[in-house]
């Protein structure tokens, strides 16, 4: 999720834990560990794809949270001595913020590796977009209300532990919507006679009413979306050619696997001035997709592995796009791709 709610969940969660027995210290620390699991990617790990593929993965995973947990601990207990007395409270508030970071993350698509060094595989149950207002805004409101209502501190308290409760409840809703989404989808392409080897269905952005469908097929994907509020229970998909033969030449470079493994097999593959380019499809609709990697050049005879390049997304054409998706909310006769 976006840095902003990260920040909001860490300070909501600090906040219930210590119930205002060390002042503000508890926000402002729970901000700090709601953000520090993220600083991985200030590391620089070798290329485009390293850099994208092992974020949020140690920084992320419970045990080495864990670790770090005490460490945390010592150090806040060091700067304010006089907090000593609630080190408990100081555990399972680093504790909680950290772990918090990483299961929301794991509501998202992108994928979070959860359970290294045990498993490597990237946790994502893609019911939760990256950036979500209805989940963020009832923790900013706990907060302010922490912040302001000063008079009333239990009445404050109340109104974050609310803050926290409501965002748990959106995204309880969000997983009843994907299942939901996803009994669809499955039905839509019985009926069209879609054969698919597997399926994503994810939020579009902003939101959870609007719902992404996408299945992959030996020749490409086909793209459908879907609303809540459609009356009827029938998806469109359109279909999209991938050239996954490019990377027969090159399967074995360590990029092309990694990105394969990463995507979950969720990805198209491109040519584009001669540049063989893998798009993951998780993240955006098409023709916007934010995460695309040359990983090859083709020339008159010959497909070989290129240095790794991340290419920037297709830019939008002002708002129309998110216009678009909006006015599709709402009526299932907007085209949308």
């Known amino acids: 999720m976006d840095s902003i709610t990260q920040i909001a969940l860490g300070a909501s969660i600090s906040e219930a834990v210590m119930q205002n027995k060390v002042g503000r210290k508890a926000a402002l620390w729970g901000a700090i560990c709601g953000t520090l699991p993220d600083l991985d990617v200030l590391i620089p790990m070798g290329n485009a794809v390293r850099d994208f593929t092992y974020h949020r993965a140690e920084s992320h995973a419970f045990f080495y949270m864990a670790l770090a947990t005490p460490l945390l601990v010592w150090l806040i207990t060091k700067i304010h001595p006089k907090t000593k ?6 555990l399972i508030l680093v504790f909680l913020s950290f772990i918090t970071h990483s ?31 209805l989940y963020t805004i009832p923790l900013l409101l706990g907060l302010t209300a922490i912040f302001f209502i000063t008079k009333k ?20 809703w969000s997983v009843g919507a994907k299942v939901n989404v996803s009994s669809i989808a499955e039905k839509s392409l019985h009926n069209q006679n879609i054969a698919v080897s597997q399926t994503l269905v994810g939020p579009s952005p902003f939101n959870t009413l609007l719902w992404r469908v996408i299945g992959m097929t030996d020749s490409g994907y086909v793209e459908g979306i879907y609303s809540l509020l459609d009356k009827s229970e029938d998806i469109k998909f359109k279909f999209h050619p991938s050239e996954n033969n490019l990377l027969d030449p090159i399967s074995d470079s360590w990029d092309v696997k990694r990105l394969k493994w990463f995507t979950k097999g969720f990805y198209k593959v491109d040519l584009l001035d001669n540049k063989i380019v893998i798009t993951d499809l998780r993240m955006g609709f098409g023709p916007f997709y ?15 592995v290129a240095e790794t390049e991340k290419l920037e997304p297709e830019e ?15 009526s299932e006769n907007i085209e949308f791709f």
Do not use: C, H
């Open 85 to 90: 007395e609630y080190k408990i409270r100081w």
């Open 103 to 133: 299961i929301l993350d794991g509501f998202t698509v992108y994928g979070t590796q959860l359970f290294l060094p045990f498993s490597n595989f990237p946790v994502g149950w893609s019911t939760i977009f990256v950036i979500d207002p």
């Open 153 to 172: 501190v239990n009445l404050a308290l109340k109104l974050n532990v609310v803050g926290i409760v409501v965002s748990s409840l959106y995204l309880i």
């Open 290 to 304: 934010f995460f695309n990697f040359v990983v090859g050049k083709k020339t008159s005879n010959n497909i070989s």
């Open 316 to 330: 939008f054409n002002g708002l129309e796009p998110l216009k678009r998706l909006w006015r599709r909310i709402w």
